[in-house]
């Protein structure tokens, strides 16, 4: 069964405005990471995030974890259109190197 | 850096056919991976190698695949024999033991007829 489960499935927003993603997952983890994969191409990692942070930034991402629900949040910020892609959370199991993905946000950003 | 080296990056083969997919990690990771990707089941891990050992392969789905690491810098994906519901991305990936960040390939897109 998948760890991480993403909503919103789909994200249609215009350049410039911001893009906030959900990540949802089961069972207690070191840390959370955030990976975007564009058509055809390979995920590419974008920030990960231990247990014991509640926020992290990266150049227009921000990203936060609630341990307590189980959760956490992607945001980019001044969406551009080149941000077009698919993201994906993954999470490990505690102990394990076992990562599973989530389902997955298919992000569009209009010019 | 050369980053994962997946080959070969498209395949085409008819059902019943053997299929081997093949990576190169990055030189240093100790970790490596293998994710079938569909539009119905998302993104699965196969299987996990650790200093070249299977550690977990509860994601295989059946006895016609089998993923060996011969050595540190390379390992096969086989399917044996291929039947059209394999037909999907397959992705290798590596990391280091300080639970980094993985790196993928670009992928193996199979397509079994």
């Known amino acids: 069964s998948q760890q991480g489960e993403e909503d919103p499935q789909a994200l249609s927003i215009q350049e410039g405005e911001n893009a906030t993603m959900n990540c949802s997952y089961k069972?207690?983890?070191?840390?959370l990471q955030w990976y975007r994969q564009n058509s055809g191409r390979g995920l590419v990692h974008l920030i990960l995030?231990?247990?014991?942070?509640r926020e992290k930034h990266s150049g227009r991402l921000r990203v936060t974890l609630d341990t307590s629900k189980k959760s956490s949040s992607l945001l980019i910020t001044a969406s551009r259109a080149a941000d077009t892609a698919s993201y994906f959370c993954?999470?490990?199991?505690?102990?394990?190197?076992?990562?599973?993905f989530g389902t997955g946000t298919r992000l569009k950003v209009l010019a | 850096d050369a980053g994962v080296i997946q080959s070969p990056r498209h395949e085409v083969t008819e059902m019943g056919q053997e299929v081997t997919l093949r990576c190169k990690p990055i030189?240093?990771?100790?970790?490596l991976f293998w994710y079938r990707q569909t539009m119905m089941r998302g993104l699965e891990l196969l299987i996990y190698?650790?200093?070249?050992?299977?550690?977990?392969d509860s994601g295989m789905p059946e006895d016609r695949f089998s993923a060996k690491m011969p050595n540190a810098s390379f390992s096969t994906l086989k399917i044996q024999p291929s039947e059209p519901r394999d037909s999907a991305v397959y992705f290798c990936?590596?990391?280091?033991?300080?639970?980094?960040?993985?790196?993928f390939g670009n992928g193996t897109r199979l397509t079994v007829t």
């Open positions: 990936a590596s990391t280091v033991a300080d639970r980094s960040p993985l790196h």
């Open positions: 993954a999470t490990a199991y505690s102990g394990t190197y076992k990562y599973i």
């Open positions: 030189s240093g990771h100790d970790y």
């Open positions: 995030i231990r247990s014991n942070e």
């Open positions: 190698f650790n200093n070249n050992v299977p550690i977990d």
């Open positions: 069972t207690s983890i070191n840390n």
